[in-house]
């Protein structure tokens, strides 16, 4: 292995601490919080779920400019002050006193998660690895799925004997101590050598369609969509599993180690998906991806059964958490295939927003719905049904004209500098 080829794989290497210690342990763990929020304070499932909202939106608010801010400037900059913002948000929810407050905090965390996690530690990793792309960034995103599966029996266990406040304190900290570090010292935007995508006299030629041709296609709506559908979905599920679990009959440990299990089982996934994409296809690793999502959960409704609720447990935790990660490495590949890589940034942090912005509502709906029915039945049905729409639209996406080709202007570069002649 070259000094090149080093360097690329610590640069994944501290993508992966990055997502560990962002959103890793803070989206997993909101959910943890709901029940001591709910017994200290009072306020209802849908009151508490606003926590999230909070989250999901600011964090979708800075993921297009963060994918934009990395085709001009060094990802050092966004991607820190993003764990900065981590580290200010957990302090200040320690702290906090009504609901108000912690809405506040937590949309500032998920602000600092937005512009330093996942879009612009998918480009920095796209940017590194041409060949076995996929492979690259399911090793760098699976460090959030590590996180998701460490930190909520961790967290549930500090709730209990710290309490909530001290809690929050052991999330935030390793943000500012251990994942800031990493940014500054290894995580570089692109290779030594190679120039932003920008316009002017320094561009370099990359293939694909400009910002907006992009935009009035629809293989990119198609994919913007399947990432709605998953993320919506997914976050109406993510945030209500634990008290989900609770009210089954499983104690708080338990609820919160069936969390972590299945966060287990996204790290092996993400990484055996993002490779197995690279040998079939991103196309029909995404569809079947959502498609067992889609059978899963409709398993989560024979979680309490006494007879065999374990078994139903066991299968939800395999076949939930296996294919979670496959949007995080499939969208990407298939962005750059349908679309080329001339604008990735700026489109991965489009997509982005799109789906976090919408998905926002997943949480907030399924408090809403348990607070007038008593009941998860409906969302969650509900839900298994967008993960089989979204598999069908994934099955339609097909690359757009011109997403192999470079612009015109730059095509023509060469040959006008040929027919210049000495003296002109």
């Given amino acids: 292995m070259n000094q090149k080829e080093r360097q690329r ?6 993508l992966w601490v990055v997502m560990f210690f962002t959103i890793g342990s803070t989206i997993s763990t909101i959910g943890v919080f709901f029940n001591p929020l709910i017994h200290q304070f009072g306020w209802s499932h849908e009151q508490v779920s606003r926590l999230a909202t909070g989250y999901i939106l600011c964090m979708g608010l800075t993921a297009p400019a963060a994918g934009w801010m990395l085709d001009f400037v060094p990802a050092q900059l966004p991607m820190g ?16 006193g009504s609901l108000g407050s912690l809405i506040a905090a937590f949309a500032l965390i998920g602000a600092g998660v937005g512009s330093s996690s996942l879009v612009p530690g998918t480009i ?83 293939a694909g369609l400009e ?5 009035s296609v629809w293989p ?23 008290p989900y679990l609770i009210g089954a009959g499983y104690s708080p440990q338990h609820a ?55 078994v139903a447990a066991m299968l939800f935790i395999v076949g939930y958490g296996s294919p979670t990660g496959a949007t995080s490495t499939t969208i990407p590949m298939l962005l750059g295939e349908c679309l080329g890589m001339r604008r990735f940034g700026t489109l991965m942090g489009i997509i982005g927003f799109i789906a976090t912005v919408a998905s926002a509502l997943g949480p907030l709906a399924t408090g809403l719905v348990f607070d007038m029915t008593g009941s998860y039945a409906l969302p969650f049905g509900l839900f298994a049904g967008l993960f089989a729409t979204a598999a069908l639209v994934a099955l339609m996406i097909r690359p757009a004209t011109g997403h192999d080709q470079l612009p015109v202007a730059e095509r023509s570069e060469p040959a006008a500098i040929a027919l210049q002649t000495p003296g002109a």
């Fill in 81 to 96: 002050t993003g764990v900065t913002a981590v580290a200010i948000g957990y302090l200040l929810a320690s702290r906090a």
């Fill in 211 to 215: 910002l907006g041709p992009a935009l």
């Fill in 220 to 242: 990119f709506w198609m994919l913007a969509g399947v990432q709605v559908l998953f993320t919506v979905a997914f976050n109406g599920v993510y945030y209500h599993l634990v």
């Fill in 256 to 310: 919160a180690f069936i969390f972590g299990a299945k966060s287990l089982f996204v790290t092996a996934g993400t990484i055996v998906m993002g490779g197995l994409a690279d040998r079939i296809g991103p196309r029909r690793v995404l569809a079947f991806a959502m498609l067992l999502l889609c059978v899963s959960l409709l398993d989560l409704f024979a979680v309490g059964n006494a007879a065999f609720g374990v």
């Fill in 9 to 14: 794989w610590w640069v994944i290497a501290a």
């Fill in 124 to 206: 920095v990793a796209a940017n590194w690895f041409k060949e076995r792309r996929g492979l690259a960034i399911g090793i760098a995103v699976c460090g959030s799925a590590v996180g998701a599966t460490v930190m909520p029996p961790t967290v549930a266990h500090l709730v209990i004997v710290h309490g909530w406040r001290a809690a929050m304190l052991y999330i935030g900290a390793p943000s500012l101590l251990l994942a800031l570090p990493a940014i500054l010292i290894l995580v570089r935007t692109r290779p030594p050598g190679e120039v932003a995508r920008t316009a002017g006299p320094q561009a370099v030629a990359i």
